[in-house]
């Protein structure tokens, strides 16, 4: 089992910069993959960035690549989001999520998820 909660989500102006925090708790925690993905209103849950277990792997949707960057730290249990550039699409409410194996981009194949935090990008 993996607990996850997510933080530093907030109001920012487009262009600006926010960094998303996930502490997990678990025993095993270094042998999850991690991600990150959002929702925005009246739009389904999407994959956003993912961190392999072994190796530190990182997968982006192309929507992020170049401005985002997912990054752990398997000593402290914690898993970051750092986000550059935002734009007004980047609004959403943003999960943690980890699962056991590799990374999948599959909403459904991601078994733990923290509470979300919430992202707004003021044009």
């Known amino acids: 089992q993996v607990q996850l909660v997510e933080s530093g989500g907030g109001l920012v102006q487009a262009g600006g910069s926010l960094r998303l925090s996930c502490a997990a708790s678990g025993r095993t925690y270094s042998m999850y993959s991690m991600g990150w993905f959002r929702q925005a209103p009246g739009k389904e849950r999407a994959f956003v960035a993912a961190?392999?277990?072994?190796?530190?792997?990182?997968y982006y949707a192309d929507s992020v690549k170049g401005r985002f960057a997912i990054s752990r730290d398997n000593a402290k249990n914690m898993v970051y989001l750092q986000m550059n550039s935002l734009l007004p699409e980047d609004t959403a409410v943003y999960y943690c999520?980890?699962?056991?194996?590799?990374?999948?981009?599959?909403?459904?194949?991601?078994?733990?998820w923290g509470q979300g935090t919430q992202v707004t990008v003021s044009s």
């Open positions: 961190i392999s277990w072994i190796g530190g792997s990182t």
């Open positions: 999520a980890a699962r056991v194996g590799s990374v999948t981009y599959e909403v459904p194949s991601w078994a733990y």
